[in-house]
């Protein structure tokens, strides 16, 4: 087994538009000696792009689930199925670089113990909120609108940037990391995985980093625009679940039952914006 090697683990759910160049992308990147596709269930061509991929590289195998676990489940399935000492957990929809891995490893090594997210931006390279965020404190959401701006400023004169949180989308960390906190919480279906992984890490005394330094291209949303309420319930129950395990237990049942009522009044609005995208 590699001491440098990198396993690049890929979830994907009808992510035929983008995964054939991620792929790509991915054979051709440095350090990486393991690609694991993980398919959640697809109905497009995605299963079809992977083989024969598979096919042309050693590299790379993968996963069909006959039904759609969740992100967390699935990321957690290609971590065991691998063995390299590093682990890169990359969205479907995510293009990098041949030498994005193999920095954000290095700034990794720089900074050990630490997990590593890059500077997320989409094909018109406005940046991704979600790579730089502050842990959510719902309580004080309830308080103040302005709590719930997660986002983080860009410290442009830091290569490196400690966060609390950065995107699921992209991340990179040494295996043994990864496992001393259980891997990600196969609890959540879908979204605040990240942010609850994110929190594990610093709790065990890890560091939490953006490379601002290492951009990397997002075509956000591809495998999610077929279902937008299917998306929307599961990020508001991800929510629920993050807030129930690291802050209801300190907080008095009044501001329980106040976050419970914020998150789930929520939930109609957001649904209908998402399904106005998908008219668009």
Known sequence: MSTTGIAAIVVSHDSEETIDDCLHRLRN????????????????????????HALADPRLRFIANPDNPGFAVACNQGAADSSARWLAFVNPDCLVKPETLARLREHAEAHAPALLGADLVDEAGLRDAAARRHAPDFAAMLRSVAAGRLGVAVDEAAPVQAVEAVSGALMLSPRWLFERVDGFDAGYRLHAEDLDLCRRMRDVGARVLVANDVRVVHVRGVSSRSRPLFVEWHKHRGLWRYFSKFEAPRRSALVRAGVFTMIWARFPFAALRALARTQR
């Open 29 to 52: 990147a440095e350090g990486v000696v393991e690609i694991r596709v993980v398919d959640n269930d697809s109905y497009d061509a995605t299963l079809e792009i992977v083989q024969r």
